[in-house]
């Protein structure tokens, strides 16, 4: 008993000690890489000229590449991590993405980063626009030209209409930006993290995911058009440490990730006008939630594997 007590105790002084740790060493990262991008996006600003704007892209881009590599030294704190990876054959940081992904957790940005520095070019976010207040992360954000969304409620957009569409816009003027060079626009097509209360207030009609949101996929597909090579549909899973997994990745708890990739063609009826067509807004939202439907089954099957796996 006194051992089992002796191991509980060291358990979670490891816990609280790697929890300081990356704590720590997510900040460090983080102001080491953001500073260099906000000063430069500061010279992208007053100079707008192409080939400046060309050059500072391009360090922005590498900074973020040391940033993703600082927060894989972090994974590499907790030996006990395991990844469960599938379809990442076939990928080049010469090609344009677009990567729709279920959203748990802050973790999820963790993971995409990490597990795709190397495969493809740089993550660009679709953002909220409170993100755009966070500390260092916000400017530099701001300074890689990542699109913060504005959500409005219903109620509000029937009070100001001249504020529908927003989104749409800021999208637009963002994809525009990244024609210039090879980039993977990554959306969370949910719009918000995954939780069961959620689920509930969205009347999901799946059990793990919360109801998709097109538009955003939808203006970055008419902008870019043809010049997506693919989509990436991911899908994660942390099926050990579902309540709070970046608490426990942090903490050094989190014992798996699972992840499958599936690379989708990118067909011309996926290019249209969502803002005005009526017809294809339909079929597009048909489209994506007919995606949807088979990741809600690929979590359950991942979630029913693992469950079998610890029996």
Known sequence: MANLLNNLIMTRILAAITLLLSIVLTILVTIFCSVPIILAGVVKLLLPIPVVWRKVSVFCN?????????????????????????????????NWYLLICNHYSWADIVVLCV?????IPMNKYFLK??????PFIGLACWA??????????????????????KDVETTR????????????????????RFTKEKREQTRSPYQNLLPPKAAGIAMALNVLGSQFDKMLNVTLCYPENSSRPFYD???????????????????????????????FKRRFQLWLNTLWSEKDAQLDAIKASNKKAGQ
């Not at 050094?252 to 969502?274: A, F, M, Q, S, W």
Request: net charge positive; with cysteine; charged share 25%.
């Open 115 to 119: 597990l795709f520095r190397k495969h």
């Open 173 to 192: 003027r963002s994809c525009e930006k990244f024609r210039a060079h090879p980039t993977t626009i990554v959306n969370f097509v949910e719009g918000s």
């Open 144 to 165: 890689l030209d990542m699109p913060f969304m504005k959500r409005y409620s219903r109620g509000y957009l029937l009070r100001h209409p001249e504020r529908r569409g």
């Open 62 to 94: 590498f900074m973020m590449y040391c940033w993703c590599e600082g927060l894989a030294l972090l994974l590499h704190l907790n030996p006990r991590l395991k990844w469960d990876i599938e379809g990442l054959e076939g990928l080049s940081k010469k």
């Open 129 to 134: 626009q409170q993100l755009a207040w966070v």
């Open 249 to 279: 990745m942090l903490s050094g708890k989190l014992t798996r990730i699972v992840v499958r990739v599936n690379l989708e063609p990118i067909h011309e009826e996926l290019h249209g006008d969502y803002v005005n067509d009526k017809g």
